[in-house]
């Protein structure tokens, strides 16, 4: 007899929060999406954009919003490095059947790996790595554009701006990267400081496309910051494959952009990903239920 | 017959203003020192600090307060590199027999070249390049922490700060540097991280002279930025001698920890400063002098 329960799995984000309904046999019924869900934003913000999001899928699904109450839930959410938070979020009086609870980090890579030792790299704006080992979490990386976030696409971005000022100022060569960012910046330096005094990650993060492009098309500034920030990657893949990993996949907004400039000897540990985060979330719920059973 | 008229030099910087008074022979008669004097802080109140510092250098000369109004004023000034903040300086009214105001990069490497065209480096929490070649002011750098001051004090304890905090996770190999930084920063990133948030580019150069130490130690990662300072420098160095400049002056508080690392092609560029700021901002006001007679 097919097993009727309902699975539903939750990847909650600083700016967005994704829902999956699944049946327990892994057969997709619906998606759905809500608001900002970090933990920091206060619980009753991020449930409300939890339960929004569940609800979009429950309805996707075509299911009653009231089977919320006989759902299980698989939840990776932001902002949840303080055991304080951690702690606030399970006490959590949730509509749900059970709900179980981990960080952003985890879910993405339980959904990379599935069932099996592995690790993830997340190259987006920001940049972390982690390992699931024997079910222990272990992370390198992560801390924040200010001192943390190697190789990332603020990072990327960051080293292209400081570089090309350089270059208007013709400290550096000129050439297509430069020329590229100083005209968004107003070819000034008069512009560039005051925009440079309130920009945010993100705002350095949008130049990564810009010098990926230009490093594919041979601009020597360009190359030398996408070779740094594959090295810089390659960093942070010896030091999960040294906690154990043997495989990692590359994640995030700016992973395929790095990937072509990462050493040689990290490369056997890439592997593509089985799985979305989401994946991860209704695979995490899942195995709570086996492990309750 | 001796020249008797008198002279004050006078250094209006951020944090404090320095003046000394001289006779037109070059006699040094005293000194003074007052509070800020970066013109953005308002005119009164960097006025405020420059009469106090040359009431001060009067008094210690063993002159009248009210031989002001014969002497005559070489100011080199902070925060003057809008044309707007230059005029309204020019138009102040000031006490003196009269005043010429430069910046204070001009009167810095006024004072290190004396009459004869050449550069300086400045290497202090931050970092800027400018070259007097025939009397016309060429500047290099100097744009801020954010996206500029290339091998400033600041820039290299923040290329410590983010590369310790990759040691604390064994990313890369722990060593001197890394675990007097890490110390300092409560030896987790937890620490790290909100110090970092409200960090100044000030308290990045405080780790600057540890860095320094450390690669005179053989710490391989101390080294590493050192070296990277000293391409950066060489960088400057070259752009300078590039607009004309055959001997440049390093000046700052680091830069006598990053001589060590410059570059071989670039050292013979290298001179002593023949005198400071101060003598700078006197030659200035003689040199105006000079020009009305």
Request: charged content about 20%; proline content about 4%; some cysteine.
């Given at each position: ?6 699975l ?23 998606e ?84 099996t030792?592995?690790a ?15 079910g ?18 603020a ?119 089985a799985?979305?985060s ?16």
């Open positions: 007899m097919q097993d009727q329960r309902l539903v799995g939750i990847d909650g984000g600083g700016t967005k929060c994704r829902a999956r309904v699944a049946t327990m046999d892994g057969e997709v019924l619906g759905g999406q809500g608001g900002p869900a970090n933990t920091r934003l206060g619980l009753d913000v991020a449930f409300g954009s939890i339960i929004a999001a569940v609800d979009i899928a429950l309805a996707s699904s075509g299911l009653d919003l009231d089977r919320k109450k006989e759902i299980h839930a698989g939840l990776g959410l932001a902002g949840l490095s303080l055991k304080r938070e951690r702690d606030m979020v399970a006490a959590y009086d949730h509509p749900f059947a059970s709900m179980t609870v981990e960080s952003d980090a985890y879910i993405a890579c339980l959904g990379a790996h599935g069932r030792d592995g993830i790299l997340i190259l987006g704006t920001g940049s972390c790595g982690t390992a699931l080992l024997g222990v979490e272990h992370t390198v990386g992560g801390w924040g554009f200010e001192i943390s976030d190697h190789a990332s696409g990072h990327i971005g960051y080293q292209a701006v400081r570089a090309s000022l350089l270059a208007l100022e013709g400290v550096i060569p000129w050439g297509g990267l430069s020329s590229e960012i100083m005209e968004q910046l107003g070819n000034s330096p008069e512009k560039a400081v005051p925009w440079a005094e309130t920009a945010t990650p993100g705002k350095y993060g949008k130049f990564a496309p810009s010098v990926s492009k230009w490093a594919m098309e041979g601009d020597p500034l360009a190359i030398r910051i996408m070779r740094e920030a594959g090295e810089d990657a390659g960093l942070l893949l010896r030091a999960l494959e040294a906690k154990g990993a043997e495989c990692v996949a590359l994640i995030g907004g700016v992973a395929s952009v790095i990937e072509p400039w990462l050493p040689a000897d990290v490369m056997h540990l890439i592997v593509s990903p799985g979305d989401l994946d991860g979330a209704l695979l995490l719920a899942r195995m709570h239920l086996e492990g309750g059973e």
